[in-house]
């Protein structure tokens, strides 16, 4: 079991996580107080580590998935064509995975401890999120990004956060009081808000994943592989309007403007890529004139303001960016997190030993699997709060014990 001092650094950690807010000096900001507590939060694990006696963890494909994909991330960095973004990316980048990936497998007992912390959070800025986008925007969808800040800076990772937390606060329902229900329609009410197309899909889609898990009876597939042929067979229907609308939409283009440029800079340098951290700042010569949106840029956004809220940022997507950013081998190490990460969950809920360790699996496998959705049109896992829940999330089945 962790030490007491350790949870307690842990549980305000995840309390204020979710209530942290941007700080920006010129070129360079700082997430107060998340990132404070971040770095506190690291040496505390390590001296707790120390105290403990370094006890190694079971090793585990996942582990050697995880442990190269940072490795894979410190290799780039020499080549980087942006070395100062790259090693500032990549000392983030495994920090999150010491505290988080770390912390959940060195010490197992630590997320039923500091989870109800987060969701309790995410439930109050949810609360939050709704009365600003009402009282300042009266819940006009094109304001729906600004709903969410101070404290989330776009509504995609908020409706993220949103989603993973509402697949663990069911796994861990036990850890949680009656007001578990109304907290969870809270965050379901404060997603549909954001207008995050994104993230009601991935909700919608693992909740469809969950209906195969959990329905046992022949009759009930039966049920639900008809209701999928209905839905196959209205998207085909009405394929010729969703295309129409997709092509009018400036975020879809915009986000196939990212995408093509990831894959022309792969081919410039397909080995290492331009850098961890650089597409942002690599990307703009790539773009062509008859690609590019009304919300496309030409230089880097260096600080943040209402008048470029939405432009610029990342590639929109965790694996065109890795490409860009790390090259194809990046490419095939972070796809091998993605796949072993889901195959872990699959077999701790088919091994766990109880009906409740089966349900923790569960919703934990869920959580990842809506955050890798989410994460073919977005990319999020450089902030803290995503991070904490895909790395909390993916060493957290440690819990799940296999049948005997």
Not at 178 to 197: E, N, Q
Not at 382 to 403: K, N, T
Request: with cysteine.
């Amino acid at each position: 079991m962790p030490p007491v001092w350790l949870v307690r650094l842990y549980q305000v950690l995840f309390a204020f996580l979710p209530w942290s807010v941007e700080y920006s000096f010129g070129s360079w900001a700082i997430e107060l107080p998340a990132e404070p507590l971040l770095a506190i939060s690291g040496i505390g694990l390590l001296l707790a580590w120390r105290q403990a006696g370094f006890p190694l963890p079971k090793r585990s494909a996942l582990h050697l998935a995880i442990l190269l994909w940072p490795t894979w991330l410190c290799a780039t960095a020499f080549s980087s064509s942006m070395p100062l973004v790259s090693w500032k990316y990549v000392l983030i980048a495994i920090g999150h995975l010491w505290v988080f990936g770390a912390g959940m497998t060195l010490f197992p007992g630590l997320w039923r401890k500091v989870w109800p912390c987060f969701f309790w959070s995410m439930a109050g800025v949810a609360l939050y999120t709704i009365i600003h986008h009402g009282f300042f925007y009266q819940f006009r969808t094109d304001q729906a990004n600004l709903a969410p800040m101070p404290f989330f800076a776009d509504h995609t990772v908020f409706g993220a956060s949103v989603v993973m937390a509402i697949w663990g606060a069911i796994g861990l329902g036990e850890r949680l009081d009656r007001y578990k229900g109304p907290a969870i329609a809270l965050l379901v009410a404060a997603l549909l808000l954001t207008t995050s197309r994104a993230a009601v899909l991935s909700l919608l889609l693992t909740g469809y994943l969950a209906c195969w898990f959990l329905l046992y009876r022949h009759w009930q597939k039966k049920v639900l592989l008809a209701f999928t042929a209905t839905c196959l067979a209205a998207l085909v229907y009405w394929q010729p309007y969703w295309s129409a609308k997709l092509a009018g939409d400036v975020s879809s283009r915009e986000r196939l403007n990212r995408w093509s440029c990831a894959w022309r800079m792969s081919f410039d340098r397909p080995w290492t890529g331009f850098g961890p951290g650089t597409f942002a700042f690599q990307y703009l010569p790539y773009q062509k004139p008859e690609e590019m949106t009304r919300i496309s840029v030409v230089e880097p956004i260096v600080r943040r303001h209402p008048g470029n809220y939405g432009r610029g940022g990342g590639a929109h997507s965790e694996y065109t960016q890795a490409l860009a950013e790390t090259g194809w081998p990046g490419l095939a190490l972070w796809l091998l997190v993605v796949f072993v990460a889901l195959r872990q969950g699959a077999q701790n809920y088919f091994r766990a030993a109880t009906s409740g360790q089966r349900r923790l699996a569960l919703f934990l496998l869920l959580g990842l699997c809506s955050f890798f959705l989410h994460g073919l049109v977005n990319n999020f896992l450089h902030d803290a709060r995503v991070a904490a829940l895909v790395w909390g999330m993916a060493m957290a089945g440690r819990f799940v014990e296999p049948e005997r």
